[in-house]
């Protein structure tokens, strides 16, 4: 069983950044990959970005290609995610996820264990 709570999200102008974090409890994170998703309001939940069990793999939804990053410290059993260049559009609560599968996945289905999620709200 892995539990994942989010933190680090708030409120920023357009243009700035913020960072997020993914802590998690258990000592198989490391065999987890991790990833990130989004929902803002009346839309469905939105596929972020994705890293693999020890971080040599991303993948990136093509809305946040180049402006965000995601990273991962298998010791302090946390997962980061870097926002830049921020969008009021990226307004929404940001979710961490874990997948059993060592290589990433962009499907809602592949992950079995779900944060509460942080709200990131980006003002124009």
């Known amino acids: 069983q892995v539990q994942l709570v989010e933190s680090g999200g708030g409120l920023v102008q357009a243009g700035g950044s913020l960072r997020v974090s993914c802590a998690a409890s258990?000592?198989?994170?490391?065999?987890?990959?991790m990833g990130w998703f989004r929902q803002a309001p009346g839309k469905e939940r939105e596929f972020v970005t994705a890293i693999s069990v020890n971080g040599g793999a991303t993948y990136y939804g093509d809305s946040v290609k180049g402006r965000f990053t995601i990273s991962r410290d298998n010791v302090k059993n946390t997962v980061y995610l870097q926002m830049n260049s921020l969008k009021p559009e990226d307004t929404a609560v940001y979710y961490c996820?874990?997948?059993?599968?060592?290589?990433?996945?962009?499907?809602?289905?592949?992950?079995?264990?779900w944060g509460q999620g942080t709200q990131v709200t980006v003002s124009s």
């Open positions: 996820a874990a997948s059993p599968n060592p290589i990433p996945a962009i499907r809602t289905r592949a992950y079995v264990y």
């Open positions: 258990g000592r198989t994170f490391s065999s987890y990959s």
